[in-house]
């Protein structure tokens, strides 16, 4: 109950095009929804959050879709750029409210 | 300047022998984390200190061992190393348990 899978394990897309990743959860005492960004070399940083009350969430080119009732969320990235290459964790609070629970990664790589 | 420091960047060491990771912020945080990266990029939480208070304590060998001397500052002494501890080691802090989580670049320990 305390997982949150995440997919794909990769994902290659062309320059400009739209990346989605994927991640789905089981315990709905989660309230909480981040997707960190980890570039080569360097540790993850915040890149967009959501919380439950809110179905999507945009922040530039970057775009959180909440599906409460199906317990799933993704992280859409319109146009994407060279730049956006890193690996992408979604995460979720734990119902314990302290304890971040992490998606296993994706690697996003976009070719020129 | 930095939020977020760890030393050594990179650690090569023998099996056996027992080394030390040291982790400062200058964030004013309360909560502070100790992350294992292994080779495949997934994220396991092993410690947070909340106040100096230990709040996360994952099960990770007891030969890890962390100190929080203090709010700021928060180490991971590491007893017998042996060659599957060969990982990234991110620290990080939050304003507290559950906030935004704010990594280090990482100490990359290589165990030989």
């Known amino acids: 109950q305390q997982q949150v899978k995440q997919s794909p394990q990769s994902l290659i897309v062309q320059k400009g095009g739209i990346s989605i990743i994927n991640c789905a959860y089981e315990?709905?005492?989660?309230?909480?929804f981040p997707w960190y960004q980890q570039f080569p070399g360097k540790g993850p940083a915040l890149l967009i959050a959501?919380?439950?009350d809110v179905s999507e969430k945009k922040e530039g080119r970057f775009t959180i879709s909440f599906n409460k009732s199906a317990k799933q969320f993704s992280l859409h990235i319109m146009d994407s750029q060279p730049g956006d290459s890193a690996t992408y964790f979604c995460?979720?609070?734990?119902?314990?409210?302290?304890?971040?629970?992490w998606g296993a990664g994706t690697k996003l790589i976009i070719k020129p | 300047d930095t939020a977020v420091s760890q030393t050594p960047k990179y650690l090569v060491t023998q099996m056996g022998n027992d080394k030390s990771i040291k982790c400062e912020q200058n964030?004013?945080?309360?909560?502070m984390y100790w992350y294992k990266q292994d080779s495949k990029k997934f994220l396991k939480i092993m410690f947070s200190?909340?106040?100096?208070?230990?709040?996360i304590n994952e099960t990770v060998p007891n030969r890890f061992s962390p100190k929080s001397p203090d709010k700021a500052h928060l180490n991971l002494h590491i007893n017998s190393l042996e060659l599957g501890d060969s990982a990234v080691y991110f620290c990080?802090?939050?304003?507290?348990?559950?906030?935004?989580?704010?990594f280090g670049p990482g100490t990359r320990l290589l165990v030989l």
């Open positions: 995460a979720a609070l734990g119902d314990s409210n302290y304890q971040l629970i």
């Open positions: 315990n709905t005492a989660f309230d909480y």
């Open positions: 959501i919380r439950p």
């Open positions: 964030l004013g945080h309360d909560t």
């Open positions: 200190y909340n106040n100096k208070e230990l709040i």
């Open positions: 990080a802090s939050s304003r507290g348990p559950g906030g935004t989580q704010y």
